[in-house]
């Protein structure tokens, strides 16, 4: 089972949105909607940001949101704050019942 | 809240075997998942496997051949065995609670991690 695919990095700037993919395919991504991201600042541990495809955790602000269609999921964070800088990995649960994770974004607040 | 603490050596020889636990502490290990997740330095995630509190395991495939998980409610902990090390196995490694015990629905709370290098 590969990584699930992500572009290595994206940026905005403060206020803004940016969008982030994760693609796969129809043996993980597309095959259920156990699609997860995690956020994780350097030195840290990552932290669940959204679960289910579309569903935050109690505590993660809604300005993070979580979408799919087909065998592409996307995390988007609308207004961008300096706190938000962090590297973001997708996950998914694959029908061979194991988690694949992305090859993780690194986003940039310019 | 359920908070994880991973404990081991954090060198260990090529060839060697990895050893890791996990103490799961302000909740029961029993009743629900739990993974293990590592990171080698400066690159991504990647799953090693997850072990029910009945002892039902399930490992990445790449993986299976080195992997043992085990569990013990007895003391709320599980652990983590990984045979034939290499250097390609130095990472920090993460054990990780499951968001539901009925759906794969996410990874939560995370260990704070531990580096383990493989070097002799």
């Known amino acids: 089972q590969s990584a699930l695919t992500q572009p290595p990095s994206a940026s905005g700037s403060p206020g803004q949105s940016v969008t982030i993919s994760c693609s796969g395919t129809?043996?993980?991504?597309?095959?259920?909607?156990?699609v997860s991201w995690y956020q994780q600042h350097p030195g840290k541990a990552p932290k669940l940001m959204i679960y289910?495809?579309?569903k935050r955790p109690s505590g993660v602000p809604d300005r993070f949101s979580g979408s799919k269609s087909g065998n592409t999921a996307s995390l988007t964070v609308s207004g961008l704050q300096a706190e938000d800088e962090a590297d973001y990995y997708c996950?998914?649960?694959?029908?061979?019942?194991?988690?694949?994770f992305g090859t993780g974004t690194k986003v940039t607040v310019l | 809240q359920v908070q994880l603490q991973e404990s081991g050596p954090g060198l260990v020889k090529p060839s060697e075997t990895l050893s890791l636990t996990c103490v799961v502490s302000?909740?029961?290990?029993?009743?629900?998942?739990w993974s293990w997740v590592r990171q080698p330095p400066g690159k991504g995630l990647e799953w090693i496997g997850q072990?029910?509190?009945?002892?039902?395991?399930n490992c990445n495939p790449y993986l299976k051949s080195r992997v043992t998980m085990s569990v013990d409610t007895s003391k709320n902990q599980f652990s983590l065995k990984m045979t034939s090390v290499t250097a390609a196995d130095t990472a920090v490694y993460y054990c990780?609670?499951?968001?539901?015990?009925?759906?794969?629905?996410?990874?939560?709370?995370w260990g704070q991690g531990t580096l383990v290098t493989v070097s002799s």
């Open positions: 289910e495809v579309s």
């Open positions: 072990i029910f509190y009945t002892g039902s395991t």
């Open positions: 990780v609670g499951h968001v539901s015990a009925r759906s794969p629905l996410g990874l939560d709370p």
């Open positions: 996950s998914s649960y694959a029908d061979i019942n194991i988690y694949v």
């Open positions: 129809s043996s993980d991504v597309g095959h259920s909607n156990y």
């Open positions: 302000g909740g029961t290990i029993s009743g629900q998942f």
